[in-house]
């Protein structure tokens, strides 16, 4: 069989969409349609079925799912076993919101390098859409993120809960602030702003990125909602402060991970985040630099 039928296959079961798994495998939607059509004729059943809410996976879907990622898994164990560094046993991939890099992720790397030295680990950056379709297709071990999609095969595990604190480089600017920058950290975040502040305008600045939205108004002024993690030491210093009365918002990190894996250095790779996760947990709710 194909491999891209397979691939094509786990992107629609991922996304739950024709359109935007064509728009991940940078393909056009007829392609997408017409290699579901060929591997829906080459096994004899149909895969998937279109609805309102998008393509659902038929039971005959369901069941084809975990030989798809057989598929595809095994070509990526080829090339892990044939790239593996040498002196290592094994490598895991990493991937997470640029966000959970800032201060927490980077420790991990350091105690796995510790604990586990002949572990090759591959980092990478990615919104959630990426690093759920890289879990799918299995060629990203473990995903952190803020907003996961619940996807057969995989597990979804709260890691911990990120302050977000409305911070600004000056108490003069006053609130509203026209140099407010709005980040993208998900419709609960969205609808729990707008509650609170009904009769703020459309922001005129907005970043998907938290590290970008810190970036800019460390340089040119402003405020905006951060992770606590982020700008603890900005507070710190007196670069940023808190919007004096402003409420506390909560966002959930998650795990994401497969329910079975072939890497025997998986198990305690997780172990590692979730103890850090709970010291990051304890640290958040120490409120002496929220006042």
Known sequence: MDIELARTFLSVAATGNFVAAANR?????????????????????????????????????????????????????????????????????????????????????DWMRKTEPDVSLRLEIGFEADIMQGLIEGTVDIGAMYTPVSRPGLVIEHLFDETLLLVTTSLDRGWPDEGYIHIG??????????????????????????????????????SGYFPLRMVRQHLKSGKLMRVPDSPLFKLPAYLVYPRESHHNALSQALDGLRNMGREEQAQSQDNSVTQ
């Open 185 to 222: 950290w998900g419709p609960e975040f969205d609808a729990k702003f707008s509650e609170h502040y009904p009769d703020v305008a459309s922001p005129a600045l907005t970043a998907n990125i938290g590290w970008l939205g810190v970036q800019q108004v460390l340089a040119y002024g402003g």
């Open 25 to 109: 495998l940078h393909v056009t939607q007829s392609t997408v349609s017409a290699r579901i059509q060929t591997l829906e004729s080459v096994l004899g059943g149909r895969l998937f079925q279109r609805g309102r809410n998008g393509a659902e996976l038929t039971p005959a879907g369901k069941r084809f799912l975990n030989h798809a990622k057989n598929l595809v898994r095994t070509l990526e164990q080829a090339r892990h076993d044939v790239g593996l560094p040498q002196g290592y046993r094994d490598v895991l991939t990493l991937s997470a919101r640029i966000a959970l890099w800032e201060g927490f992720l980077p420790y991990w790397v």
